[in-house]
């Protein structure tokens, strides 16, 4: 018999919730998806309203909730740099009052708990490739700090409840990621990338474009967060889970620009502050323990996402003719 598992994945209409959401019902679970639509959308989560082993619930993390369930998922935050920092103070509280509220219906329920920390834990770091004892240099006072220290509080957090109640918890740290339903608004390199190129825009540079991220394709990113979930009992993590494959942010503006065919011509803006300069995980935890490594390359990737938001310009220039 299927062992079916009432699974809580808060922010699960956002981009990653809604793909881990759809995962765990095909899977046949019985998935709560939780979320409050401030930086996520109905529609990643339509095709699955009809279904029985769905349920939704629009509720905002930050306020005390009682559910019952054997598995949490916390992915609720803003969590691209335009819209966290935009209302910086209720990024913090998210971070920090999403895990009270997370860990405390664990300690009531018993539930096993994963955690969805950030690469940002790092800031700008001066360890290259990031393993997980890197201890990171993050600017605690910078325009990013309210993700950053938010997220790192929200780990301390997750230890605590661990050592002193004995939550069941897996810390996961995510570094950058792509794929369908990321937000064309949010700001993401990748996303506007893809749409400037589509648009026939100018492609946004910020900086001279040599700073480096390391893209992970969406599906590589949820297979490595259920296998971190229901790893060996006693392996908290943190882990990273990210693709370590490093790219200049020029050399992903080519790519995206040759891929599209695109006529649109690379402009270069100012460098956001506290932008790090580098970014590559050390997975050599998450093959050991996970037995996970990416098995997309970004060229593949961004062909799905390419298509994707072929399909959104499409859809809202239908919108607007009506
Ligand atoms: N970036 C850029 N042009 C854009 C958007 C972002 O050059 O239109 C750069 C940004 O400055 C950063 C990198 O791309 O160096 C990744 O930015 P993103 O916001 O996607 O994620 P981050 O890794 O900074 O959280």
Sequence with gaps: MHDRKRILVTGGAGFLGSHLCERLVNEGNDVICMDNFRTSAKRNIRHLMDNNYFEFIRHDIIEPIFIECDQIYNLACPASPIWYQQDPIYTTKTSIYGAFNCLGIAKRTGARILQTSTSEVYGDPEMHPQ????????????????????????????????????????VMRIFNTYGP?????????????IV?????????????????????????????MIRLMNSRDGFTGPVNIGNPGEFTI??????????????????????PVDDPTQRKPDISLARKELGWEPKIALEEGLKKTIEYFKGRIKELEEIEQK
Excluded: W
């Design 131 to 170: 393993k997980e004892e890197y201890r990171g240099n993050v600017n605690q006072i910078g325009p990013r700090a309210c993700y950053d220290e938010g997220k790192r509080v929200a780990e301390t957090l997750f230890f605590d409840y661990h050592r002193q109640h004995k939550v069941d918890i897996k």
């Design 181 to 193: 339903r990321m937000d064309m608004g949010d700001g993401r390199v990748v996303s506007n990338f």
């Design 196 to 224: 400037q190129a589509l648009n026939g825009d100018d492609i946004t540079i910020y900086g001279d474009g040599s700073q480096t991220r390391s893209f992970c394709y969406v599906d590589d990113l949820i297979e490595g």
């Design 250 to 271: 020029k050399e992903l503006a080519e790519k995206v620009i040759e891929m599209t065919d695109s006529k649109s011509k690379i402009i270069y803006k100012e460098l």
